[in-house]
């Protein structure tokens, strides 16, 4: 996982939101295989990171590079096709359908084919839908929730729920999974399961880690992004990073504003 060949890389990214700017020049690589983490305080930027990764949002500036190819804007089911996948930051399922209708969402780009079905938004047939229940329920089976394959989010607890949208972003087979806060909401037991999967996940999978748990962050990550009110403000290695003043001062401004 050479830092001279990322998966990928963001140079000098500025956004601007509202009249403010969110990103400040923010330039970040993920070595391939590796966990790296991109943490901050409350409101530094980085789900808007995510956002510009997956195309959400447009940089006013600056370049996203994947595989060494720059990533233009583009769209959500051709990101899964590039084989990068996001868990958005809560669980952001679809509340009408069962953990099992939503985990087989995550497989589309697995299923629409041509160009042509994907423009026109064809319908799956049946062989399709076969074939993402399939994948669904053996990426659900992974996270030992299968048997609550049949339930509707609001049935399943909380910690459930987060698998379910982990599942989701899973069953596309990604190499590239953008994580945004996986442990909020979830207890020590299943923080530790998270540790042991993310693990299981690398190299042959790269995560890129939002979260605010700093024990499984320094547990978990080889390298780590600090991002304080849009700008990099430290990075390295968990104990690099764990104690480098500027870090250590821009959580404790957290603490004072809170
Ligand atoms: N569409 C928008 N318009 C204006 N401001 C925005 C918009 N989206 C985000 N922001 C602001 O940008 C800043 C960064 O937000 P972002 O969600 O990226 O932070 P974050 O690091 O993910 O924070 P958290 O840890 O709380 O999730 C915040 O101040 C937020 O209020
Ligand atoms: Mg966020």
């Not at 500025?14 to 330039?27: A, E, N, T």
């Not at 590796?34 to 006013?60: C, E, H, M, Q």
Request: proline content about 5%; glycine content about 10%; overall charge negative.
């Amino acid at each position: 996982m050479g830092d001279s060949d990322p998966l990928l890389d963001l140079a000098d990214i500025r956004v601007r939101l509202s009249g403010l700017q969110i990103l400040d020049g923010v330039s970040i690589t993920v070595p391939r295989g590796s966990v790296t983490g991109l943490i901050g305080p409350n409101g530094a930027g980085k789900t808007t990171v995510f956002n510009v990764i997956s195309g959400f949002v447009r940089p006013d500036s600056g370049v996203v590079r994947y595989q060494g190819r720059e990533l233009g804007r583009i769209k959500a089911h051709r990101l899964t096709r590039m084989g990068i996948a996001r868990t958005l930051q809560g669980v952001g399922l679809f509340a009408s359908l069962t953990a099992l209708e939503n985990v087989m969402q995550g497989a589309s780009a697995r299923m629409r084919s041509g160009p042509v079905s994907q423009a026109l938004a064809m319908p799956w047939t049946d062989v399709q839908t076969e074939r993402a229940r399939v994948l669904a329920l053996a990426a659900m089976t992974d996270l030992g929730i299968v048997d609550d394959a049949g339930r509707y989010p609001s049935e399943l607890p909380y910690p459930v729920q987060k698998k379910v949208a982990l599942a989701r972003a899973l069953v596309s087979d990604p190499e590239l999974l953008l994580l945004d806060e996986p442990a909020g909401g979830i207890g020590a037991g299943d923080m530790a399961e998270l540790e042991r999967l993310i693990r299981t996940w690398t190299p042959a999978r790269t995560v890129l880690l939002v979260e605010h748990h700093m024990e499984l962050v320094m547990e978990v990550c080889d390298l780590i992004w600090v991002l304080d009110a849009g700008r990099v403000i430290a990075s390295g290695t968990p104990a690099e990073v764990r104690g480098d003043p500027a870090v250590l001062a821009a959580y404790l401004g957290q603490d004072g504003a809170a």
